[in-house]
């Protein structure tokens, strides 16, 4: 074990500080971030989940284009395409929702070929009194190239537009709209 570090004994990992929310595995980085967001669970459900397409680029700053690419609502085996933009790099990306629990959770999985392309977020939703806490966990593949060797800064980067992606903008989109009222579902799609 290097000097300074802390020993993570569930993980068995002695590079894992003990409550970090990032991790390194083999290339693979996870990143987790939470937020209240102060409105009911079936509201930020409806906005995040039933409402990914039309309103992931009013908190995701990074991604220009969303576009849904199967027939049907919102759920899961829908698929997507998505254009993000970072600095002067765009990325293109299809992706698959997995594990579509209403007001509960639901998984983004990329649908690129190669393991170096991989990248999942699990969204997760649970009911706070009259607010939300809203959990993504994030995990990213840095096995090659320049994020291989620059995976710290990486990691860095990637850990600071999540937290302000859900920590800001997020909480910001949802809490600035009109609250729902108890007889009109569905309003903040």
Same mark, same amino acid.
């Given at each position: ?7 993570c ?20 980085v $996870?990143?987790?971030?939470?937020v209240?967001?102060?409105?009911? *669970?079936?509201?930020?459900?409806r906005f *995040? ?7 992931g ?13 199967s027939?049907g ?6 698929t ?8 002067? $790099? ?18 983004i ?6 393991s170096?392309d991989?990248y999942?977020?699990?969204y ?9 806490r ?10 090659t ?6 995976q710290?800064?990486a990691?860095?980067?990637?850990? $600071? ?5 859900i920590g800001?903008?997020l909480?910001?989109?949802?809490e600035?709209?009109?609250p ?6 569905g309003?903040?799609?």
């Open positions: 074990m290097r000097h300074g570090a802390q020993y004994a569930p993980c068995d990992n002695p590079r894992r500080k003990v409550g970090a929310t990032t991790t390194r595995e083999y290339g693979m $996870k990143i987790s971030q939470s209240t967001v102060a409105r009911p *669970v079936e509201e930020v459900f *995040v989940g039933d409402g990914f397409f039309e309103h680029t009013k908190w995701n700053r990074s991604t220009v284009q969303l576009k849904k690419t027939p609502a919102v759920g899961n085996g829908a997507g395409f998505e254009v993000r933009r970072n600095k002067d $790099k765009t990325v293109e990306r299809h992706f698959a929702i997995r594990d579509w629990e209403r007001n509960k959770r639901f998984r999985v990329s649908l690129e070929s190669t170096t991989h999942e977020a699990t997760h939703f649970e009911s706070m009194g009259s607010g939300t809203v959990r993504v966990d994030l995990e990213l593949s840095m096995e190239g320049i994020l291989k060797i620059m710290p800064i990691e860095r980067a990637a850990r $600071k537009e999540l937290e302000n992606e800001t903008l909480k910001r989109a949802i600035s709209r009109a729902e009222s108890a007889g009109k579902p309003s903040l799609v």
